[in-house]
């Protein structure tokens, strides 16, 4: 096998305490306290690879071209040479093997096929948040969800890297953009959902180099992070109770704080009647229509490149959201078409790069010319921290308010000795006022307690049903 890696038998590890995706198994060692991601095909298919190596030889076969080609997209490649080479290995009478084991075997003759086998075992697992190639001949490196930044010991050679960029420009349909320097696209298909970014010259020195965020990873529940002390219970209900009533809540903090992560279980929490509608660079919030909630998607930068800002507003406004999650707000721009979103009346979500408070009102002052008045209608900023051993949390929730013509920060919620805890009665917040100028003080009372009372159960399905039936009994019943 030419590109397959080499490393398949694990007597040397034991094959114990691995966790399995797919056709592959992953093992975590330390090396000088250091933590190493080790990926590995299954120990169940050493024996059958002699099966690989013969349908890798054969596909894609000159008849699957036309079916290939007459709609190319990663996807359709990926689900028509699976499926084709998963009923040749059925053919295998000696191999009597399962439904299962056809499929990922299937699987490991597509990556094979392809050219990119030491690519494919970390797209599948959801515990991985983003890959990394910093060139030919280095070794891939991995964000791992829960233990951060781990080295692997797989290398990517410049015949593979060829190979990638190879399939993200047909996937794209647009070779190489020679002047910038690189070319970014989003493949998902039935197994995993992922953004690839590849930099060359003249943007990189010794390139190239390749990003991979994976887009359908694990999403953490507003449970799991209650119960991981990222937020607490009272915050977690007041940032709830907050969005029920069509507040706006604005999610901060440096790269990997777990903005989006928080952004994600929030949403999972609003009634599922309210009309959500989301503009994103790259689909990151939970599809969640099967389950009842009614969401509408739109790409970012098609969004803001073919609107003009009166445009971009009149067609939000059009869509008719209750929620508008506008996603990450990277430029001045971004932050303007928020301010302006706020000023029509629309309240949501969405997240924001910043170290700390101080330095996220900063910069929608001084450096995207924001108004104080309208700094002063952003109702809540959570600020997110992320601590050198990779623990991420919310360190605030902060309120503006202004006073003798001075935009201030009131810190409802703040991290004392590694504690979320309630800074002032929220009675006396500037937001809670305006929620009982909405709802009453006695029903906004009523409803904060029951979604408190929700959130300690362990299952986020069950808490998810009782908060849509506290909505529909407290808020619309009355």
């Not at 040397?12 to 592959?24: D, I, L, N, T």
């Not at 970390?122 to 890959?131: C, K, S, T």
């Not at 928020?338 to 029509?344: A, D, E, G, N, V």
Request: hydrophobic residues 40%.
């Amino acid at each position: 096998m030419e590109t397959l890696y080499t490393q398949l038998i694990l007597d040397e590890y034991g094959g114990e305490g691995g966790v399995a995706r797919g056709p592959y198994v992953y093992y975590v060692f330390r090396d000088d306290d250091y933590n190493i991601l080790v990926p590995r095909i299954n120990s169940r298919y050493i024996s059958l690879l002699y099966i690989l190596r013969e349908l890798a030889r054969k596909y894609p076969r000159k008849e699957d071209l036309p079916n290939i080609t007459s709609n190319y997209t990663f996807e359709n490649l990926y689900r028509y040479l699976v499926e084709r080479i998963e009923e040749d290995i059925k053919s295998y009478e000696e191999a009597a093997l399962l439904d299962e084991e056809a499929h990922d075997l299937a699987i490991l003759t597509f990556w094979e096929c392809i050219g990119l086998s030491r690519v494919a075992p970390f797209l599948y697992p959801d515990f991985i948040e983003e890959i990394y190639c910093d060139g030919p001949g280095t070794r891939i490196y991995v964000r791992h969800v829960e233990l951060g930044t781990m080295d692997t010991d797989i290398y990517l050679t410049g015949r593979e890297l060829e190979a990638l960029i190879n399939h993200i420009e047909m996937h794209k349909g647009t070779s190489i953009d020679l002047v910038k320097g690189n070319i970014e696209s989003e493949i998902r298909t039935d197994d995993f959902h992922c953004r690839v970014i590849i930099d060359f010259e003249p943007l990189a020195y010794r390139g190239p180099y390749i990003i991979i965020r994976n887009l359908g990873g694990r999403r953490l529940s507003i449970i799991d992070l209650i119960n991981n002390d990222t937020i607490s219970i009272e915050a977690a209900a007041f940032l709830i109770l907050a969005l029920w009533l069509r507040r706006n809540v604005t999610i901060a903090g440096e790269v990997y704080s777990g903005k989006t992560t928080l952004l994600n279980a929030l949403d999972q929490c609003i009634p599922r009647r309210f009309r959500r509608v989301y503009i994103e660079d790259a689909l990151e919030s939970l599809d969640m229509r099967g389950q009842g909630f009614k969401q509408a998607f739109y790409r970012a930068e098609t969004y803001s490149n073919i609107l003009e800002k009166r445009r971009q507003l009149i067609f939000t406004l059009h869509r008719t959201p209750d929620i508008l999650i506008l996603g990450e707000l990277l430029t001045n721009e971004d932050i303007k078409t928020f301010f302006y979103s706020l000023s029509c009346g629309l309240r949501g979500l969405q997240t924001i790069h910043a170290e700390d408070i101080y330095s996220l009102i900063n910069r929608w002052r001084y450096q995207a010319n924001i108004n104080i008045e309208l700094i002063n209608e952003t109702d809540l900023i959570v600020i997110m921290k992320r601590t050198p051993d990779g623990k991420r949390h919310v360190e605030g929730i902060y309120e503006t308010y202004i006073r003798d013509g001075l935009l201030r920060i009131r810190p409802i919620f703040s991290r004392i000795d590694d504690k979320l805890q309630m800074n002032i009665d929220i009675n006396n917040t500037k937001i809670y006022q305006k929620m009982v100028n909405i709802i009453g003080q006695s029903k906004l009372t009523r409803l904060y307690q029951s979604i408190l009372e929700a959130l300690n159960k362990e299952d986020i399905v069950q808490t998810v049903d009782s908060l849509n039936e506290i909505y529909s009994v407290v808020v619309e019943r009355g």
